[in-house]
Protein backbone atom coordinates (compact mmCIF):
# COMPACT_ATOMS: atom_id res chain seq x y z
CA UNK A 1 0.00 0.00 0.00
CA UNK A 2 1.05 3.65 -0.21
CA UNK A 3 3.26 5.27 2.64
CA UNK A 4 3.48 9.06 2.82
CA UNK A 5 6.15 10.10 4.65
CA UNK A 6 6.70 14.20 6.10
CA UNK A 7 9.39 15.97 7.55
CA UNK A 8 9.89 18.59 9.67
CA UNK A 9 7.58 17.34 11.99
CA UNK A 10 7.08 20.48 13.67
CA UNK A 11 8.27 24.28 12.20
CA UNK A 12 8.72 27.59 13.94
CA UNK A 13 9.13 30.72 11.94
CA UNK A 14 8.80 34.02 12.32
CA UNK A 15 5.74 36.26 10.79
CA UNK A 16 6.53 36.91 7.72
CA UNK A 17 8.58 34.09 6.74
CA UNK A 18 8.38 31.04 4.52
CA UNK A 19 7.68 27.95 5.55
CA UNK A 20 8.38 24.60 3.99
CA UNK A 21 7.12 21.02 4.95
CA UNK A 22 8.38 18.52 2.61
CA UNK A 23 6.45 14.61 1.92
CA UNK A 24 7.53 11.46 -0.22
CA UNK A 25 5.32 8.74 -1.38
CA UNK A 26 5.79 5.13 -2.11
CA UNK A 27 3.27 4.59 -4.70
CA UNK A 28 3.78 5.77 -8.04
CA UNK A 29 -0.09 4.85 -9.04
CA UNK A 30 -0.53 7.99 -7.00
CA UNK A 31 -1.75 10.72 -9.09
CA UNK A 32 -3.35 13.19 -6.62
CA UNK A 33 -1.99 14.98 -3.35
CA UNK A 34 -4.12 17.35 -1.38
CA UNK A 35 -2.56 19.06 1.71
CA UNK A 36 -4.64 19.68 4.66
CA UNK A 37 -4.30 21.95 7.66
CA UNK A 38 -5.68 20.79 11.02
CA UNK A 39 -6.69 22.78 14.12
CA UNK A 40 -6.78 21.28 17.69
CA UNK A 41 -9.63 19.53 18.00
CA UNK A 42 -10.79 20.23 14.62
CA UNK A 43 -11.45 18.47 11.26
CA UNK A 44 -8.95 18.65 8.29
CA UNK A 45 -9.26 21.39 5.94
CA UNK A 46 -8.31 20.90 2.38
CA UNK A 47 -5.72 24.14 1.46
CA UNK A 48 -4.61 23.47 -2.06
CA UNK A 49 -3.90 20.18 -3.72
CA UNK A 50 -1.94 19.07 -7.07
CA UNK A 51 -2.66 16.22 -9.70
CA UNK A 52 0.92 14.25 -11.22
CA UNK A 53 0.51 16.21 -14.59
CA UNK A 54 1.07 19.00 -12.72
CA UNK A 55 4.18 19.98 -11.33
CA UNK A 56 3.28 23.39 -9.54
CA UNK A 57 0.66 25.05 -8.01
CA UNK A 58 -0.12 28.60 -6.71
CA UNK A 59 -2.97 29.96 -4.87
CA UNK A 60 -1.93 33.38 -3.41
CA UNK A 61 0.67 32.64 -0.09
CA UNK A 62 0.43 28.82 -0.70
CA UNK A 63 2.06 27.15 -3.14
CA UNK A 64 2.89 22.94 -4.18
CA UNK A 65 5.15 21.33 -6.12
CA UNK A 66 5.37 18.46 -7.58
CA UNK A 67 8.05 15.40 -8.41
CA UNK A 68 6.69 12.21 -9.93
CA UNK A 69 9.82 11.14 -11.16
CA UNK A 70 11.25 11.72 -7.12
CA UNK A 71 7.93 11.15 -5.88
CA UNK A 72 8.52 14.43 -3.41
CA UNK A 73 5.78 16.76 -3.26
CA UNK A 74 6.24 20.04 -0.93
CA UNK A 75 4.30 23.07 0.92
CA UNK A 76 5.52 26.49 0.46
CA UNK A 77 3.48 29.14 2.60
CA UNK A 78 5.00 32.78 1.98
CA UNK A 79 4.74 35.77 4.17
CA UNK A 80 3.36 33.42 7.39
CA UNK A 81 0.99 35.07 9.68
CA UNK A 82 -0.30 34.23 13.21
CA UNK A 83 -3.42 32.15 12.05
CA UNK A 84 -1.14 29.55 10.11
CA UNK A 85 -0.31 27.92 12.64
CA UNK A 86 -1.92 24.47 12.85
CA UNK A 87 -0.91 21.17 12.07
CA UNK A 88 -0.44 20.67 8.42
CA UNK A 89 -0.86 17.16 6.57
CA UNK A 90 0.31 16.05 3.41
CA UNK A 91 -1.53 13.09 1.61
CA UNK A 92 -1.81 10.90 -1.74
CA UNK A 93 -4.27 9.28 -3.63
CA UNK A 94 -4.71 7.32 -6.68
CA UNK A 95 -7.94 10.08 -7.09
CA UNK A 96 -11.35 9.17 -8.09
CA UNK A 97 -13.26 8.17 -5.14
CA UNK A 98 -10.23 6.10 -3.59
CA UNK A 99 -8.68 6.45 0.13
CA UNK A 100 -6.08 9.32 0.77
CA UNK A 101 -2.90 7.95 2.74
CA UNK A 102 -1.72 10.84 5.14
CA UNK A 103 1.42 11.91 6.08
CA UNK A 104 2.63 11.92 9.76
CA UNK A 105 1.86 15.86 10.13
CA UNK A 106 4.10 19.13 10.52
CA UNK A 107 2.90 21.12 13.76
CA UNK A 108 3.58 24.73 12.40
CA UNK A 109 4.22 27.35 14.80
CA UNK A 110 4.63 31.46 13.39
CA UNK A 111 5.80 33.55 15.96
CA UNK A 112 4.37 37.19 16.01
CA UNK B 1 -18.35 22.68 -1.13
CA UNK B 2 -20.20 19.58 -0.12
CA UNK B 3 -20.97 19.33 3.77
CA UNK B 4 -20.46 16.35 5.43
CA UNK B 5 -21.89 16.18 9.04
CA UNK B 6 -20.94 13.57 11.79
CA UNK B 7 -22.43 13.65 15.32
CA UNK B 8 -22.01 13.56 18.41
CA UNK B 9 -19.26 15.73 18.30
CA UNK B 10 -18.07 14.45 21.82
CA UNK B 11 -19.00 11.34 24.17
CA UNK B 12 -17.70 9.38 27.00
CA UNK B 13 -19.28 6.66 27.91
CA UNK B 14 -18.17 3.59 30.01
CA UNK B 15 -16.09 0.74 29.40
CA UNK B 16 -17.92 -2.31 27.95
CA UNK B 17 -20.48 -0.23 26.62
CA UNK B 18 -21.22 0.34 22.57
CA UNK B 19 -20.92 3.71 20.94
CA UNK B 20 -22.63 4.45 17.57
CA UNK B 21 -21.39 7.75 15.19
CA UNK B 22 -23.20 9.00 12.62
CA UNK B 23 -21.59 10.53 9.26
CA UNK B 24 -24.21 12.16 6.46
CA UNK B 25 -23.51 13.56 3.47
CA UNK B 26 -26.16 16.68 3.31
CA UNK B 27 -25.99 17.55 0.05
CA UNK B 28 -24.97 14.96 -2.02
CA UNK B 29 -24.65 11.24 -2.40
CA UNK B 30 -21.81 9.25 -1.29
CA UNK B 31 -20.96 5.42 -2.20
CA UNK B 32 -17.96 5.52 -0.06
CA UNK B 33 -17.30 7.07 3.01
CA UNK B 34 -13.83 6.75 4.89
CA UNK B 35 -13.85 6.39 9.02
CA UNK B 36 -10.38 7.38 9.95
CA UNK B 37 -8.96 7.81 13.80
CA UNK B 38 -6.71 10.19 15.15
CA UNK B 39 -4.68 9.75 18.60
CA UNK B 40 -3.52 12.85 19.99
CA UNK B 41 -0.45 14.23 17.79
CA UNK B 42 -0.17 11.59 15.56
CA UNK B 43 -1.59 11.34 11.94
CA UNK B 44 -5.02 9.99 10.75
CA UNK B 45 -5.27 6.47 10.46
CA UNK B 46 -7.62 4.85 7.99
CA UNK B 47 -9.56 2.51 9.85
CA UNK B 48 -12.16 1.21 6.82
CA UNK B 49 -13.82 1.48 3.65
CA UNK B 50 -17.56 2.30 4.00
CA UNK B 51 -19.69 1.12 0.69
CA UNK B 52 -23.02 1.78 0.11
CA UNK B 53 -25.10 -1.88 -0.04
CA UNK B 54 -22.08 -3.84 0.37
CA UNK B 55 -19.58 -4.90 3.46
CA UNK B 56 -17.14 -2.52 4.68
CA UNK B 57 -13.43 -3.05 4.06
CA UNK B 58 -11.13 -2.70 6.63
CA UNK B 59 -7.45 -1.79 7.08
CA UNK B 60 -5.17 -4.82 8.15
CA UNK B 61 -5.05 -4.57 12.32
CA UNK B 62 -8.52 -2.80 12.50
CA UNK B 63 -11.21 -5.88 14.56
CA UNK B 64 -14.09 -5.55 11.89
CA UNK B 65 -16.06 -7.13 14.84
CA UNK B 66 -15.21 -4.62 17.04
CA UNK B 67 -15.90 -1.39 14.79
CA UNK B 68 -19.06 -2.23 13.09
CA UNK B 69 -19.83 -0.08 10.35
CA UNK B 70 -23.46 0.27 8.22
CA UNK B 71 -24.04 2.62 4.81
CA UNK B 72 -27.56 1.45 4.39
CA UNK B 73 -28.40 4.42 2.52
CA UNK B 74 -26.07 6.75 -0.16
CA UNK B 75 -26.33 9.89 2.20
CA UNK B 76 -25.66 7.76 6.07
CA UNK B 77 -22.82 5.42 6.92
CA UNK B 78 -22.39 4.80 11.02
CA UNK B 79 -19.63 3.62 13.04
CA UNK B 80 -20.64 1.22 16.27
CA UNK B 81 -17.49 0.91 18.39
CA UNK B 82 -18.67 -1.91 20.40
CA UNK B 83 -17.83 -3.38 24.27
CA UNK B 84 -15.57 0.08 24.06
CA UNK B 85 -12.22 0.03 26.02
CA UNK B 86 -10.13 3.15 27.51
CA UNK B 87 -7.81 2.83 24.73
CA UNK B 88 -10.97 3.18 22.18
CA UNK B 89 -10.68 6.40 23.43
CA UNK B 90 -9.82 8.86 20.30
CA UNK B 91 -10.63 11.25 17.56
CA UNK B 92 -12.71 9.70 14.76
CA UNK B 93 -13.73 11.06 12.02
CA UNK B 94 -15.21 10.26 8.46
CA UNK B 95 -15.03 11.78 5.04
CA UNK B 96 -17.04 11.33 2.05
CA UNK B 97 -16.40 12.56 -1.79
CA UNK B 98 -17.98 15.35 -2.63
CA UNK B 99 -16.54 15.48 -5.80
CA UNK B 100 -13.93 13.42 -7.91
CA UNK B 101 -10.95 14.88 -6.31
CA UNK B 102 -11.96 16.58 -2.69
CA UNK B 103 -12.95 14.42 0.33
CA UNK B 104 -15.21 16.48 2.76
CA UNK B 105 -14.79 15.71 6.23
CA UNK B 106 -16.93 15.56 9.41
CA UNK B 107 -16.63 17.62 12.35
CA UNK B 108 -14.92 14.26 14.04
CA UNK B 109 -15.91 12.80 17.70
CA UNK B 110 -14.10 12.92 20.70
CA UNK B 111 -14.47 9.47 22.03
CA UNK B 112 -13.78 9.18 26.22
CA UNK B 113 -14.05 6.04 27.48
CA UNK B 114 -13.64 5.96 31.09
Known amino acids: GENVEQHPSTLSVQEGDSAVIKCTYS??????FPWYKQELGKRPQLIID?????GEKKDQRIAVTLNKTAKHFSLHITETQPEDSAVYFC???????????FGTGTKLQVIP | GAVVSQHPSWVICKSGTSVKIECRSL??????MFWYRQFPKQSLMLMAT?????????EQGVEKDKFLINHASLTLSTLTVTSAHPEDSSFYIC??????????FGQGTRLTVV
Open chain 1, 91 to 101: AASLGGYQKVT
Open chain 2, 27 to 32: DFQATT
Open chain 1, 27 to 32: DSASNY
Open chain 2, 95 to 104: SAEGSITEAF
Open chain 2, 50 to 58: SNEGSKATY
Open chain 1, 50 to 54: IRSNV
